[in-house]
C-alpha cells in the first residue's frame, strides 16, 4: 500500500514563499511520476504539476509556471513543491498524488495515490 504525506503548508502574506513536501512510504518511489494539486473552495480540483521519474521531467500549469517548482529526493522518498511570489489565486487544499504517467492527461483520472492535503492561504 501506498501512502503520502504532505507537509510545510500555512498562512501567508501575497508575495511570499512555502515549500511543500510529500513523504511517500510503500512501492518504489524512485519509479513513480509525482504531482501535485490544488482545490480551492468552491472549484474543482486541478492540475498544478509533475515531475517524472529520471531524468526528473517536469511539467506546470501556465498558472503557477515560473513561481512554482517541483522537486524529488529519492534518497528520502520526497517530492517537494516550491512556492514563490505567491498570490490569492494560490490559496487552496495542496495534495500530492502518484500518477500513472508524465505524458498522460494532466487531470485525475491519471492518479494512483493521494495524499490527504495540506492548506495554504495567501492573504493580501
Known amino acids: 500500500q501506498v501512502q503520502l504525506v504532505e507537509s510545510g503548508g500555512g498562512s501567508v502574506q501575497a508575495g511570499e514563499s512555502l515549500r511543500l513536501s510529500c513523504a511517500v512510504s510503500g512501492g518504489t518511489f524512485s519509479t513513480y511520476t509525482m504531482a501535485w494539486f490544488r482545490q480551492a473552495p468552491g472549484k474543482e480540483r486541478e492540475f498544478v504539476g509533475r515531475i517524472s521519474r529520471a531524468p526528473e521531467l517536469t511539467s506546470y500549469a501556465d498558472s503557477v509556471k515560473g513561481r512554482f517548482t517541483i522537486s524529488r529526493d529519492n534518497g528520502q522518498n520526497t517530492v517537494f513543491l516550491q512556492m514563490n511570489n505567491l498570490n490569492v489565486e494560490d490559496t487552496a487544499v495542496y495534495y500530492c498524488?502518484?500518477?500513472?504517467?508524465?505524458?498522460?492527461?494532466?487531470?485525475?483520472?491519471?492518479?494512483?495515490?493521494w495524499g490527504q492535503g495540506t492548506q495554504v492561504v495567501v492573504s493580501s
Open positions: 498524488a502518484v500518477v500513472s504517467s508524465f505524458w498522460g492527461p494532466r487531470n485525475s483520472n491519471e492518479v494512483n495515490f
